[in-house]
């Protein structure tokens, strides 16, 4: 016993991942977070039954989740993503690896206003060499791939505002972290007769040999008040954007514009104990928004560096009475990553009853009961509870990376979708939703999620999922595929 507490201790500073389902109870009865009200008018999902077999009916208890009143829900961080756009902009949030080809596997957009004639893009590109290797040198990249792109009127139009190359040189392109970084300006169409407030830019990466494309769309505004169009999150060097809404304590934090403008704005925190998303078969209505409570406020100047020590989610403006602003979210140190157990015990709600998420968050030693729970799950097999542990939690880490919104990102309807059945096959998107693709499951032909979008004044992207009950014989079985240890990717 004392080797096999040794052994799990080590998960948690690691935050694994894993999962398995017990009996009938299924993970239905788990799903304790935020009920949906209105659904937009989207058609029913797409679900198509690779075998007969449908689950049983399931019990979701349901939770009031706490939302932003008056902020109209938040946004996701973009999915890792590629479009074919716009008229129904397709965007594969992974793509499929073919071997011995470079390719890029995701790619997210920003763009900032430099004046009312142009913006500039920002973007962050993970790429992967012949070999699976992370293309992290800029000189690589350059040389394997080809950029060029085009601007629509709308998602909607294909008649063409404009269209170019980017340069692709030591100036356009760079390296961060574990991705690279791209950087180039647009000019705002001048067409005769037309004014060109807004247009859906799509960009197409080319790898040079195979032709392989990836693509982004990005909405741009050349006419913009909005303070997160001119603002956003920069590195503490005031150099490169941060493409996302969190930073840790203790983090070095500049907002700021292209010109480096020294502008004050004002702060607030509030408390953000956010619940997590319902089950996706929840269809029970939203129960009314609850206000925020404002903690405390703090004044800031725009490219100055700052320090947040405390956590919680911030909010800026330029004034007090303006309908939209900055929001970021200051987590713990380790974000993405979850390590501590009283937050390690949070994310398998997705895939546990309600009696077992009720044991666990009621234990006296978390850690032990965190054992116990993983333990009794894969039968007592340490080798499977630690693969798939970890399979589990790194969902749950890259769920925070690209979903944190005004709540981490494993809380989001995204997030929850991701943790449980990896990243979509294809990913669909217009002005107003995204919807999922899953065509690669071993018991379905073909699934479809349909997330709607909805304004937030704290995060620009935020989408919702529209439930439905249909969604039953899909959503089991892959649950009980975690609860068994059959999942250890």
């Given at each position: ?397 890259e769920a925070n990376r690209l979903f944190t919104s005004y709540k981490e990102g494993w809380k989001t309807d995204k997030g929850m979708i991701y943790i449980v059945l990896g990243a979509p096959d294809r990913v669909q998107r217009n002005r107003e939703r995204e919807v999922w693709v899953y065509n690669r499951r ?48």
């Amino acid at each position: 016993m004392r080797i096999l507490a040794a052994f799990l201790f080590i998960f948690f500073v690691t935050a694994c991942s894993t999962a398995k389902k017990t009996q009938q109870e299924r993970a239905n009865a788990a799903y304790d977070a935020r009920t949906e009200a209105q659904r937009n008018q989207a058609s029913r999902p797409t679900v198509r039954i690779a075998d007969t077999q449908r689950a049983d009916t399931q019990r979701d208890d349901t939770r009031r989740n706490e939302r932003p009143a008056d902020s109209r829900p938040a946004a996701n961080q973009p999915v890792k993503a590629m479009t074919d756009g716009p008229a129904l902009g397709t965007t594969p949030s992974m793509s499929i690896k073919t071997a011995g080809e470079w390719m890029v596997t995701s790619i997210k957009g920003k763009f900032l206003a430099t004046d009312t004639t142009s913006v500039r893009v920002y973007m962050d590109i993970t790429a992967k060499s012949p070999t699976g290797e992370s293309v992290l040198n800029p000189a690589d990249f350059i040389e394997h791939f080809m950029i060029a792109y085009v601007m629509y009127p709308d998602y909607n139009n294909r008649e063409r505002l404009g269209y170019g190359t980017v340069p692709l040189n030591v100036q356009t392109v760079g390296s961060e972290g574990d991705h690279l970084t791209l950087t180039f300006d647009i000019k705002r169409p001048m067409l005769v007769g037309k004014d060109t407030p807004t247009a859906v830019l799509l960009t197409e990466i080319t790898e040079s040999n195979s032709g392989t494309k990836a693509r982004n769309d990005l909405t741009l505004r050349f006419k913009t008040a909005k303070l997160s169009d001119r603002f956003t999150l920069f590195d503490k060097t005031g150099k490169q954007p941060q493409l996302r809404n969190y930073v840790n304590v203790g983090d070095t934090v500049i907002i700021r514009d292209v010109q480096g403008t020294s502008k004050p704005l004002f702060g607030f925190r509030y408390r953000h104990d956010f619940e997590a998303a319902s089950s996706p078969m929840n269809t029970s209505p939203r129960p009314a928004t609850k206000s925020l409570s404002e903690d405390s406020t703090l004044s800031i100047t725009t490219n100055k560096p700052f320090v947040i020590q405390r956590e919680g989610l911030y909010y800026f403006v330029e004034d007090t009475t303006d309908a939209s602003g900055i929001g970021l979210v200051v987590t713990d140190k380790r974000f993405p990553k979850l390590t501590r157990p009283e937050k390690l015990i949070k994310p398998v709600l997705y895939m546990s009853t309600s009696s077992e998420i009720g044991e666990l968050n009621q234990a006296q030693d978390i850690k032990k009961a965190f054992d116990r729970y993983w333990l009794s799950l894969m039968s007592g097999n340490e080798d499977v509870a630690r693969k798939t542990l970890k399979a589990y939690f790194d969902r749950v880490e890259e769920a925070n990376r690209l979903f944190t919104s005004y709540k981490e990102g494993w809380k989001t309807d995204k997030g929850m979708i991701y943790i449980v059945l990896g990243a979509p096959d294809r990913v669909q998107r217009n002005r107003e939703r995204e919807v999922w693709v899953y065509n690669r499951r071993a018991n379905v032909s073909e699934v479809n999620f349909t997330f709607t979008k909805k304004s937030n004044q704290f995060v620009e992207d935020h989408y919702e999922l529209v439930r439905y009950i249909e969604y039953q014989p899909i959503w089991y079985p892959i649950v009980e595929a975690w609860r068994t240890g059959a999942i250890r990717e």
